[in-house]
C-alpha cells in the first residue's frame, strides 16, 4: 500500500467540502473481519445472523450464540454493532428448517417467522443482551418489518428477555438501540409511526427494489430489470430519507446500493450521511466521497431526476465521475 491509500484506509470517510459520512460494515462471516483490518470504520452497520445459522446442521444453543455475537461485539468494542435478528426464509434456507412455500419472497421470511416462533425470537435476543453485557455498543436490527405490530410484539419480548436475564445473571444490562429495516413498501409509509417506536431506521435497498418493481432478486430471467437506479426506485429513496429527516430519526442504508460509487453518491444528495457496505467496498466509497463534494453530488441527483432509464442514470454518474478523476 502506498502512503496515500494507507492514509485514506485510516481516516475518517470525509467528502470534498468536509461534511463527515459515517461508514460501516456488512457482515456475517468471520472473513470479513479480516478484509476490514487496518481500515478505520463506524462500526458495523449490518451483522447478518442467518449466516452463521445456515452454516451450521442444527440451531445453535443459547450459549453457542452469546459466544458467537460476544466475538463479533468485542471486534468493534467501542462502535455501535448492528445485529439482525434471524432474517431466514426467501432465498436464506436454513437446512434443518425446511420451509416449502410457491413464493417464498412473499411468504415466511424474517421477523414474520421468529414472531410465530417466539422461542427463537426470544433466545436470539436474550443471547444479544448476554453477549453485550460488557460492551454495551449492541443496536438490534428487525428485518423484513410490514406492520406496526410485528415491532411492538419484538419489543414486548426483548423487555421480556432483558428483565429475565438482568434478574438471571443479578446484574444491570444496558439496554440496546432498536431499528427497523426499510426493505417492505409498506413500512415505508409508517415511518411516522414507527419512529415513536425505534431509534433508527435501515434502508435494505436489496429487498425495497425488488418488492418496489416486483422482480425477484435471484431470477436470472428478469435480472436485467432488477435496478436500484430505476426512477421509481430513486424516487421512493428520496421520500424515505426525507421522511426520516422529518421525523427526525438517523437512517443508514444497507444494502448492496450503499457500496456502489453511484448509489452513495446520489444517496449522499438525497440526505443521507451513514452507510454500510460490505468491507471490499470501504476503500473506494472513502476516495470518491474525498473527490466529491455535497453540491456535485446534488447537481448529479438533479441531473439524472429528468431520467428514465436506469442506464442512462448510470451513464450519466459514470461520465460525471470520471470527469472528476
Ligand atoms: C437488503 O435487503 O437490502 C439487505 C441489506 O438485507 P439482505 O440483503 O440480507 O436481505
Ligand atoms: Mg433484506
Redesign the pocket.
Known sequence: LNDKVRELAADQAVTKDGKVIALHI?TGLAADFDVAKGLAVDGIG?F?TEIPFMVRQRFPSESEQVELYRHVLESYPDKPVCMRTL?VGGDKPLPYFPIEEDNPFLGWRGIRLTLDHPEIHLIQMRAMLHASRHTGNLSILL?MVTSINEVEESLRLLKQAHSELCEELSCEIPWPKVGV?L?VPAAIYQIGQLSTLVDYFSI?????TQYLLAVDRNNARVASLYDYYHPGVLQALHFVIQQCQLHGTPVTV???MAGEPIGILLLLAMGCNSFSMSAQNLLKAKWILKHISSDDACQFLKEVAILSEPAQIRDVIVSKLEHAG
Open positions: 456488512n449490518l447478518r432474517d428485518p429495516m426493505e435494505g435497498t436489496n429487498d425495497l444497507c444494502g448492496e
